[in-house]
């Protein structure tokens, strides 16, 4: 009992200690019950027992949902009263490093999730290309456009706005995914398109999408992929970063005058060359490059 003590507190002081660890993260593929785990994060510091994250809650009783270590990653409506819809056995010092599958409780019984997983929020899209395919009716037409993402969040979810229109994309746990005006009073405008989908993200929506009847909670299902939502980037190509210093040390050959503090070269090209000056002799440290005579790669 000691040594298990011993080793959980050691656990918790080494995630304690991680400098990585994210202050938002996306949980999603979760269908079925207990798809309302689904949703973005965050890090709840006031939660000192351990790492816990927290994500905005939803209408209805259940509340908030939180991601926390507990001697394994678990998710749940609470870290202090023992009840865990999901969890995964993996002491990774972050919930982006699980290295195991989740486990979820189906309503009946425990059964592996290949699908659920924790993400970085770079997977959120800022910018959505909405479009219709073949099939889809001639009145949709007008709603084509892309749609920005909001400030905030829907119901735990990214929600975004029509760029030209009072439109928007959002999701909530009592209708799923709804493209309409903004549902709010007690009596929501009827949406344009709705799909019955807990999804975190627009791209991982698979169900099919609707066309609301005159019928009460009825709709008109649309064929597949006439409903088309395209992640966009508009972001400046990524490059390389390479730090403008670097030290060598430890180096004994030679006396040890390759040792000292190196300089990122301007006007490098492809690969990155860095010079050391501050010595009689000069040396170089880059791709193919040699640093007082020996070959050193970067």
């Known amino acids: 009992m000691a040594a298990a003590c011993l080793l959980r507190l050691l656990i918790l002081l080494a ?31 006031a939660w000192r027992h351990g790492l816990c994250w927290r994500r905005a809650g939803h209408p209805g009783s259940v509340g908030q949902v939180f991601l926390y270590f507990e001697g394994e990653w678990r998710m749940g ?7 865990v ?35 970085d929020t770079s997977l959120v899209p800022q910018v959505l290309l909405l479009s219709f395919g073949e099939g889809s009716p001639l009145e ?25 229109q009072e439109i928007f994309l959002l999701c909530s746990m009592a209708e799923g995914w709804r493209l309409g005006p903004l549902p709010l009073g007690t009596t929501a405008p009827r949406p344009a398109l709705f799909s ?5 993200l627009p791209q991982e929506i698979v169900e099919p999408w609707m066309v609301p009847s005159l019928g009460p909670g009825g709709g ?9 939502l395209a992640p966009m980037d508009f972001g400046p190509p990524q490059t390389l970063r390479h730090p403008r210093h670097l030290v060598v040390e430890g180096v004994k050959a030679g006396e040890g ?41 970067l």
């Open 257 to 297: 005058s390759a040792n000292g503090v190196y300089r990122l070269a301007d006007g490098w090209s492809l690969k990155p060359v860095y010079h050391k000056t501050d010595a009689i002799r000069t040396a170089s440290l880059g791709p193919d490059k040699c640093v007082e005579g020996q070959r050193y790669d």
């Open 220 to 228: 008109d299902q649309l064929p597949g992929a006439s409903v088309r």
């Open 196 to 200: 019955r989908s807990a999804a975190a």
């Open 140 to 164: 949709l037409a007008p709603l084509q456009g892309m749609l920005m993402q909001q400030p905030g969040l829907w119901d735990g979810r990214p929600y975004y706005k029509h760029t030209q």
């Open 77 to 83: 409506p609470s870290p202090e009263d023992g009840s």
């Open 15 to 45: 995630l304690a200690q991680a400098n990585d660890l994210p202050s938002s993260l996306v949980v999603h593929g979760r269908r079925g019950r207990n798809s309302n785990i689904n949703g973005v994060y965050i890090r709840d510091y």
């Open 85 to 119: 819809w999901a969890f995964a056995r993996s002491s990774s010092s972050s919930p982006l490093l699980i290295d195991q599958p989740w486990q979820v409780w189906d309503g009946h019984r425990v059964v592996q999730d290949p699908h659920l997983q924790v993400s």
